[in-house]
């Protein structure tokens, strides 16, 4: 067959699989069964799809900032995944036996790439989900970082952000934690909640995008034998030669669920330098590993490092211009409305810079920002501090 390639074949079945993310639905549509069934076993731990406007627009409103008019009309993005023959390059329908792959196309219909096994063409569909959330900033307000989480005494889980540039650490220092007990509930995007009572706001969320984690091989040291089997074993699980993707709630060692909204206690920042005017750190993505290339150098060094990691708490404003640039914001709003936007969510959080240490130190650190966050009372801590900023002005 010649022509468009992500044209869909007349004279084969087609098979599909759906998903949602209120008020975004996905459809994959392709022409071989077996990549239907995988992709919707991965995907079931998506929101289910959505079948009325009111269902939708509650689920809405956990995310989008109060008052906020974006439109919130259900959408249906499609991709195809086809089978392409090895010979000629064209959409057709092939046995099993037959050599090829299958040709993957985005939600905007344009061809992204080819994919020569089911697990890495249901990865292409996972990648392009996360892009689509990532790129609607008037329903999502997302971040590039890894989400952890535990519960401090009785009190509602709590979670901490950590940001970092792709290779700083962020997986390994998040695995570091999941393996002390703490829930990994995302290494790659958080949404982002504003809460409001009457003109009060309370505790600002976040919750992890509900796509698998990617765990390096180096990670397996740091999990132990019993979780990295786990989450090899999984049936929703990809090995890769980086490593193996996976649940959330593959690797889990505390009752806080995977898909929980947590109230953010602290953030903390590796590797954070000073940013260029526009600078834009975005999910790095690559469908052929589904996670972000963290170097080896990065994980060795976290391991072995002798260099004391103390944390250093950040200026709110300071901390509100380095957040901007993880945010989904940043690429469609100029610095000014991200700060606006961002002010109200991460302005009152406790902020830490954290360097490269001992893994077991920088754990033992992240326990006590959080426990020390709780103890101010949450949000009282960098309030203060911004009024003390504005008495001084």
Same mark, same amino acid.
Request: glycine residues 10%.
């Given at each position: ?25 996905? &459809?994959?549509?392709? $022409? =071989?069964? +077996?990549? #239907?069934? !995988? *992709?919707?076993? %991965? ?68 061809? &992204?790439?080819?994919? $020569? =096994?089911? +697990?890495? #063409?249901? !990865? *292409?569909?996972? %990648? ?72 009060? $706001?309370?505790?600002?969320? #976040? ?187």
């Amino acid at each position: 067959m010649t022509g468009d390639p992500t044209a869909l074949p007349f004279d084969a079945p087609l098979y599909r699989a759906e998903w949602g993310f209120a008020p975004l639905r996905f &459809r994959l549509v392709t $022409d =071989d069964a +077996a990549l #239907a069934a !995988r *992709a919707q076993l %991965v995907f079931c731990q998506w929101d289910a799809i959505r079948d009325t406007a009111d269902s939708a627009k509650a689920s809405l409103s956990k995310i989008l900032r109060p008052g906020s008019t974006a439109a919130r009309e259900a959408a249906t993005l499609e991709m195809k995944a086809l089978r392409s023959g090895a010979s000629d390059g064209g959409c057709q329908r092939g046995a099993a036996s037959d050599v090829g792959g299958w040709l993957f196309s985005g939600t905007d219909g344009s061809l &992204r790439g080819y994919c $020569d =096994d089911v +697990a890495a #063409a249901v !990865r *292409a569909a996972e %990648v392009e989900t996360t892009h689509a959330v990532v790129n609607r900033p008037d329903l999502f307000l997302t971040v590039h970082a890894a989400l952890v989480a535990t519960t401090i005494g009785s009190a509602r889980a709590g979670g901490i952000l950590i940001f970092g540039p792709s290779g700083s650490g962020k997986s390994t220092l998040a695995a570091a934690l999941a393996s002390a007990g703490w829930a990994l509930l995302g290494d790659d995007v958080a949404l982002l909640e504003r809460r409001t009572n009457g003109d009060n $706001d309370l505790a600002p969320r #976040a919750r992890a995008l509900p796509r698998r984690v990617s765990l390096r091989n180096g990670a397996r040291a740091i999990l132990g034998a019993g979780v990295w089997r786990a989450a090899t074993e999984h049936p929703q699980s990809d090995q890769t030669t980086e490593g193996v993707v996976c649940p959330a709630g593959a690797i889990a060692t505390t009752e806080v669920s995977a898909l929980t909204a947590v109230d953010i206690r602290a953030a903390v920042f590796l590797s954070r330098n000073p940013r260029e005017p526009g600078f834009v750190c975005q999910p790095e993505i690559a469908p052929s590993d589904g996670g972000e290339p963290e170097t080896a150098a990065a994980t060795a060094t976290a391991e072995s490092s002798p260099v004391p990691a103390l944390p250093c708490r950040i200026d709110p404003i300071d901390a509100l211009v380095s957040a901007a640039a993880y945010t989904n914001l940043a690429r469609f709003k100029d610095m000014g409305e991200c700060l606006e936007l961002l002010r109200p969510i991460l302005g009152p959080v406790p902020c830490f810079d954290l360097e490269r240490g001992p893994l077991a130190q920088m754990v033992s650190l992240v326990k006590s920002l959080v426990a020390g966050a709780a103890g101010e009372g949450g949000r009282t801590g960098n309030c203060d501090l911004k009024l003390r900023r504005r008495n001084n002005a």
